[in-house]
């Protein structure tokens, strides 16, 4: 899964591992790593690992619940 290298994306896609980052300045980059998923089906079926073992890791039942009970409370407590 090619990903732009800037903002929140570049934080949830690990370059390398669940995914590969790509330079929105370079043209041809996003082409590059595109082709080299498509000519590398091992590194396609690693990346597919490695962002599933990423989503269970971070993004299950009791994390998602602790970021959302997270946010509730910022927002009572600037309510105050």
């Given amino acids: 899964f090619p990903s732009h290298d800037i903002g929140g994306m570049k934080e949830v896609v690990q370059d390398q591992y669940s995914g590969l980052h790509f330079n929105v300045a370079e043209s041809g980059d996003l082409?590059?790593?595109?082709n080299k998923l498509i000519s590398d089906p091992q590194l396609l079926l690693n990346l597919s690992d490695g962002a599933k073992q990423s989503y269970f890791n971070n993004y299950d039942e009791k994390s998602n619940y602790r970021t959302l009970m997270n946010i509730y409370q910022s927002a009572i407590n600037e309510c105050k």
Wanted: no cysteine; net charge positive.
């Fill in 31 to 34: 082409l590059r790593k595109v």
